[in-house]
């Protein structure tokens, strides 16, 4: 099992990126799919959750109207594009999968929001 994270780096404030977590070694289809960050000296938190069919999708509160989560399950991806970015968006983000008893977690990409 494998979830690799890509597309982090260092953007000024209201800049936008876009995440990207390829899977494999599971049935991508069957999971929901979550993004999750943790800054500094903060608890890892919920950012935003895709379910398996894309009909739901739910973010927090500080993220709305500003990031959008979509998934493309024929290239086993899930994506996070994030827009007017900001310095309290610096964290490390990870890719999270799951389903039933099942939880996956990939290994993090660095997202940091400074001028």
């Known amino acids: 099992v494998q979830l690799v994270e890509s597309g982090g780096g260092l953007v000024q404030p209201g800049g936008s990126l876009r995440l990207s977590c390829v899977a494999s070694?599971?049935?991508?289809?069957?999971?929901?799919m979550s993004w999750y960050r943790q800054a500094p000296g903060k608890e890892r938190e919920l950012v935003a959750r895709?379910?398996?069919?894309?009909?739901?999708?739910t973010y927090a509160d500080s993220v709305k109207g500003r990031f959008t989560s979509s998934r493309d399950n024929a290239e086993n991806t899930v994506y996070l594009q994030m827009n007017t970015l900001n310095p309290e968006d610096t964290a490390v983000y990870y890719c999270?999968?799951?389903?039933?008893?099942?939880?996956?977690w990939g290994q993090g990409t660095q997202v940091t929001v400074s001028s």
């Open positions: 070694g599971f049935p991508f289809r069957r999971y929901h």
């Open positions: 999270n999968a799951w389903w039933a008893q099942y939880n996956y």
């Open positions: 895709i379910t398996s069919t894309s009909s739901t999708t």
